[in-house]
């Protein structure tokens, strides 16, 4: 009933830039956290950077002062704008969000954590 479709990702030269979006739609009553992960290759998922839903971002020490995550509600949308890309932030990149959904009458039912189907981003050297 809710899904979350990206886009942005590429291939871009070390040094370059790239803007993610994830987009949300369906029954959706409320947008909380939201945030971005991503996964290497051969490497653990790790969390890049989230947002809370009054605003606050955080970031992973790795992409401190080059990524930028915002949200805008009423779009229903997350963003990540990565500068200075480097090598190491290739990955698969998956938004994930906190979601109140709602039934066929508006009604909140739960909050489920939604995920993304993930959109490469490859760095080149």
């Known amino acids: 009933q809710v899904q979350l479709v990206e886009s942005g990702g590429g291939l871009v030269q070390a040094g370059g830039s790239l803007r993610l979006s994830c987009v949300a739609s369906?029954?959706?009553?409320?947008?909380?956290?939201m945030s971005w992960h991503r996964q290497a290759p051969g490497k653990q998922r790790e969390l890049v950077a989230g947002i809370t839903v009054g605003g606050s971002p955080n970031y992973a020490d790795s992409v401190k002062g080059r990524f930028i995550v915002t949200r805008d509600n009423a779009k229903k949308a997350v963003y990540l704008q990565m500068n200075s890309l480097k090598p190491e932030d290739t990955a698969v990149y998956y938004c994930?969000?906190?979601?109140?959904?709602?039934?066929?009458?508006?009604?909140?039912?739960?909050?489920?954590?939604?995920w993304g189907q993930g959109t490469q981003v490859t760095v080149s050297s």
């Open positions: 994930v969000v906190d979601i109140t959904y709602s039934d066929e009458t508006g009604t909140p039912v739960s909050m489920k954590e939604y």
């Open positions: 369906g029954r959706i009553f409320n947008l909380n956290d």
